[in-house]
């Protein structure tokens, strides 16, 4: 048994996330802010790695809920890099930070999960499922982070805004980053609904069955 996994995101037209520099720039309309927040009230966690915590700071959390009512944080971050004053590492609610065994960075969180060897989700979604009792959990990058989930067959729904602006650059991230590692052909998607958001459009998507 695992949690749901949902990926959600923004892009650009062009297909970027962020800039070259990898901080923050802002694609989604009012609209989709507004979708996302009603989103994360329906997840029992938000996850997202520590690049996303180090570029962005993100609180990841729905301002009129409490630290019992809010979802549960999850950071992957396997060498220890997020900071002691972490927006994340608040008291607006609870923190799994998930690490290596080699790492011997504490927390002030809810929980620390260390891995050994190479990091497989599969493993620390089982883990986050019996030990915590998470039932849902919405990925929200970033780029590499959502290419690990990817590569382990792990998403059960994708939904991106795709905002209109152009970012450009080759060396900007995007939606699934890192090194190269899809075989031909890709990862199949259905797409199951589209809506426009302002100045903009969500796709959803599941994936495709075999």
């Known amino acids: 048994m ?4 949902h ?15 990898r901080k923050q720039v802002r694609i989604s309309s009012d609209e989709d802010k507004n979708r996302v927040r009603n989103l ?14 180090l570029a962005d700071d993100p609180h990841l959390t729905v301002k009129e809920l409490d630290y019992n009512t809010n979802p549960i944080r999850i950071v992957i971050d396997p060498r220890g890099r997020t900071p002691d004053d972490a927006m994340v590492l608040d008291e607006r609610a609870p923190t799994v930070m998930v690490t290596s065994r080699e790492c011997d960075r504490e927390w002030d969180c809810e929980e620390t ?6 990091l497989r989700l599969s493993e620390i979604l089982g883990i986050l499922a019996e ?9 929200e990058g970033g780029g590499e982070t959502i290419a690990h989930f990817f590569r382990e067959g792990l998403v059960d729904r994708y939904t991106v805004f795709v905002g209109g602006s152009i970012i450009g ?4 991230p995007t939606p699934v980053d890192g090194d190269g590692w899809v075989a031909e052909g890709g990862v199949d998607l259905v797409l199951r ?3 426009v958001l302002g100045n903009g459009v969500v796709l959803t998507f599941e994936p495709k069955t075999k």
């Open 2 to 5: 695992r949690p749901f996994v």
């Open 7 to 21: 990926v959600n995101c923004a892009m650009s037209a062009d297909g970027k996330i962020a800039g070259a520099d």
């Open 40 to 53: 994360r009230k329906k997840y029992d966690a938000i996850l997202v790695g520590v690049g996303t915590v």
């Open 113 to 118: 999960i260390r891995f050994g060897g190479e």
């Open 131 to 139: 030990d915590i009792g998470i039932e849902s959990i919405l990925v």
């Open 169 to 172: 650059g080759r060396t900007a």
């Open 193 to 195: 609904d589209t809506e």
